[in-house]
């Protein structure tokens, strides 16, 4: 073996050696932030004593009588809260911005979240507020958002999340992103892109789309608040108050004890990992005597989801029944334990939004289409989907309800059920419920998703339509959701 000693030849062996250099550093990078340990306050599975438990939804449907009907509670249940806060309220919400894309706004809701925190803050000064999101809303620090704005100079805290302490879903980007490019300033007076969630031709930096690609966020959406008894009552739902989002069918589920504290923990540290330096004193909440027929209730947060769900749907058995609602359904392991509990004789129904429509703009059906096809076609038709029927609004629940025997365990909350919200990638947060079969919450949630399933309810409405309006056996569709679903190359 000889060596080319030349000058030529020592070049070409410096290059291989440089380019070798950096495609250890990166692979390195991709690995160790993939996989690093996540922050305080985060990958919980939490049980903790709850009473005053409700669930609530927002609906939206074609009535044959009166066109596009909207059933909506959770958020006039969210602002009660507010009203009803002693002295603090703590909220973290993914979306909160008046930004619409192309598509039509039934409520207002960023207004009127941000008008029932003001008037909270005026009626008491010293009131703590405390409002974490996403940097979404500034599209990474590419746009003002006036409405924040105006919380933080009211007296509220908005503290927007590093989700630089997250770990990475898109490694194969975010790798180059964190060794080249996070290190550049960046400007909310515009910039020379076009700002992807915003009409009107409004500009954003190259900066604010170099951040947006690395696909990662606080997708949480709850409230916790102090009431004048001394107890703490929290929601947890899977709605934004975000006025392109208005119109979304969603879920949530109300409570108060000493879960709604684990709740106060877990973002209060998330506030402290992302800057915040205040307070918020609330009352110790003292455990319940238990009560055998009070619903069980835990905080999942994360990957927390995945490992709750994945045991309730490997211990259900023939007889059983798995019920799921979902905006999406792609994550390879609760794919895989569908399949397996279908061959063990569990009736496996799902409802699914048909990713037809993302304000005002056109989708393909990835990663619903596609995943569901999977599903029914290998289980042989043992797995039934329906598709939700949506009219420009997004089916946008998170919902699951597995029955075992004479108990109901359910999970519901922000989380979808793709692999960047349920394995440590995404920040969020459901709720576990347990709770016998047929307690008036269980039926609650049961006959919510048998009126969808069955079209119940109001005559001639129809919630849901049959599997084969959008069947997709387009396999190049296919093995682009599996691509996109493994790399994180992808907004789900």
Do not use: C
């Amino acid at each position: 073996m000889t060596f080319d000693k030349s000058a030529s030849g020592r070049r070409r062996f410096r290059k291989r050696w440089v380019a070798g250099g950096l495609f250890l550093w990166w692979a390195g990078v991709g690995v160790w932030q993939s996989s690093k340990p996540m922050p305080a306050g985060t990958d919980l599975a939490v049980a903790a004593p709850a009473r005053e438990v409700a669930f609530f939804y927002d609906l939206t449907y074609r009535s044959p009588q009166g066109g596009v009907q909207h059933e909506q509670r959770i958020f006039d249940e969210a602002f009660r809260i507010i009203d009803e806060a002693d002295s603090f309220v703590v909220a973290d919400f993914f979306l909160i911005n008046d930004m619409m894309g192309q598509s039509d706004v039934h409520r207002r809701l960023s207004r009127e979240l941000a008008d029932h925190l003001l008037a909270r803050k005026k009626a008491a000064p010293s009131f703590s507020a405390l409002l974490i999101t996403d940097p979404i809303n500034t599209v990474y620090g590419g746009a003002r958002s006036p409405l924040l704005e105006e919380l933080r100079s009211a007296g509220v805290d908005v503290v927007f999340t590093d989700l630089e302490r997250l770990r990475d879903s898109n490694p194969l980007y975010s790798s180059f992103w964190r060794m080249f490019l996070q290190w550049w300033d960046n400007s909310a007076e515009g910039g020379a892109a076009l700002n992807p969630f915003a009409s009107g031709g409004s500009r954003i930096t190259l900066r604010s789309w170099l951040a947006l690609l690395n696909f990662k966020a606080n997708h949480r959406k709850l409230i916790v608040a102090d009431r004048s008894d001394g107890s703490l009552v929290a929601l947890v739902t899977s709605a934004n108050p975000h006025d392109a989002s208005s119109a979304h069918s969603n879920v949530a589920l109300r409570f108060s004890g000493r879960l709604a504290q684990e709740i106060l923990e877990s973002e209060t540290a998330l506030a402290r990992f992302s800057g915040w330096r205040g307070r918020i004193y609330a009352p110790a909440q003292a455990d319940l005597e238990r009560d055998q027929d009070a619903p069980e209730l835990a905080l999942l947060s994360e990957h927390g989801v995945a490992r709750h769900l994945l045991d309730a749907i490997a211990g259900a058995n023939k007889g059983d029944a798995i019920r799921i609602a979902a905006f999406y359904l792609s994550d390879r392991d609760v794919i895989e334990a569908l399949l397996a509990a279908a061959a063990r004789g569990v009736r496996v129904n799902i409802i699914l939004d048909p990713n037809r429509d993302a304000f005002g703009r056109r989708k393909d059906g990835v990663p619903n289409r596609p995943a569901a096809n999977e599903l029914v076609a290998r289980s042989n038709g043992r797995i039934a989907v329906r598709w939700y029927r949506t009219h420009g609004e997004q089916f946008h629940a998170k919902l699951a309800l597995i029955t075992q025997g004479d108990r109901l365990l359910a999970s519901l909350g922000s989380a979808n059920f793709t692999r960047r919200n349920i394995d440590n990638y995404n920040l969020e947060a459901n709720v576990a419920v347990r709770v016998a079969a047929k307690s008036p919450l269980a039926l609650e949630m049961t006959t919510y998703f048998e009126r969808l399933w069955n079209n119940e309810g109001e005559p001639g409405a129809e919630y849901t339509a049959p599997f084969a309006l959008y069947r997709d056996e387009d396999r190049g569709r296919y093995w682009r959701y599996r691509l996109m679903e493994a790399t994180g190359l992808s907004t789900f």
